[in-house]
């Protein structure tokens, strides 16, 4: 039996994105014990190896019977994918975790200010740069912590998670259910096999069992979830609502492991709140599905 369509899934925009925030922050908590046992390219190919078998199982896409442009979004939409994991994963290896997510989110903050057509868009999207870097403590960052190749690589990150949020709204219009994202996560692992391959070897059973974890908590759950969202919200308010992530990841850290908040970061949270309040609010104003995406 194929799985039920997603289109008229009765949860909102801003649930499903919250919902994906949550589950990439748990992921990306597993991830930072399996990267220095197995390395960036193995830990993402392991990653896509389960995620991709877990999406074909529940999806059963085929690739025939399609457009020749939807098959182009397809190939645009794994190649983000797998380029974006790659280069994040190796931007973690060379600077701390907050200046690689914080360079990593200059991605959607240009493309919402490229899409950004009103006072209200803009002022969101300041608010949320600034919410991010105080956050991620940039300022207390010594210079010499960083890495130019570290820099580079998490600027890359960025540019393809762009291009990610253009192609998933784009792939959760021209295929049903989640086929095009089950696609395109085979053609993401195709991508990094070669480079991933050769870690082959280091995989133990502990490894194995948590890239199936990662797989399921930063890839299926959340990819699947970020194409439905994007069915029904513009990809300037999806690109502002992702600066919930390193405010997620704060608050995770305060909740569950202890770790203290200081004055700028619940400074920068608030700011990050009041710019996905004002998106969101512009957004319900006008029917999603004329939404830019």
């Known amino acids: 039996m194929r799985p039920h369509r997603l289109q008229g899934a009765p949860a909102p925009p801003l649930v499903l994105v919250l919902a994906a925030v949550a589950s990439v922050q748990f992921g990306g908590a597993l991830a930072a014990t399996l990267v220095p046992a197995i390395g960036a390219a193995g830990s993402v190919t392991l990653r896509l190896v389960f995620a991709t078998a877990i999406l074909w199982g529940i999806a059963r896409p085929t690739w025939r019977g399609h457009a020749r442009s939807a098959l182009l979004t397809v190939l645009a939409f794994g190649g983000t994918l ?23 989110f200059l991605g959607p903050l240009t493309l919402a200010t490229i899409l950004a057509r009103r006072l209200r868009h803009l002022v969101s999207v300041g608010a949320a740069a600034v919410g991010v870097v105080l956050i991620a403590k940039v300022p207390q960052t010594p210079w010499g912590d960083l890495q ?28 049903q259910r989640l ?17 991933g391959i050769q870690s082959v070897p280091t995989w133990s059973a502990g490894a194995v069992a948590k890239g199936l974890g990662i797989a399921v908590l930063s890839s299926v759950l959340p990819y699947s979830l970020e194409l439905v969202a994007l069915r029904r919200l513009s990809a300037r308010a999806f690109g502002i609502l992702l600066s919930l992530e390193p405010a997620a990841a704060a608050l995770a850290g305060f909740l569950v492991l202890g770790q203290r908040l200081n004055a700028s970061q619940l400074a920068g949270m608030g700011m990050v709140v009041l710019a996905s309040a004002l998106v969101m609010g512009a957004d319900q104003r006008k029917d999603p599905a004329t939404s830019g995406g």
């Open 82 to 104: 797998g380029l974006m994991n790659l280069a994040f994963y190796g931007s973690l290896a060379r600077l701390p975790i907050g200046v690689a997510v914080t360079v990593e």
């Open 148 to 175: 130019w190749a570290g820099l580079g690589l998490a600027a890359l990150a960025g540019a393809c998670w762009a291009g990610y949020i253009l192609a998933s709204g784009r792939a959760g219009r021209e295929f």
């Open 179 to 195: 086929d095009g994202l089950a696609m395109a996560m085979a053609v993401a692992l195709v991508l990094v096999l070669p480079f």
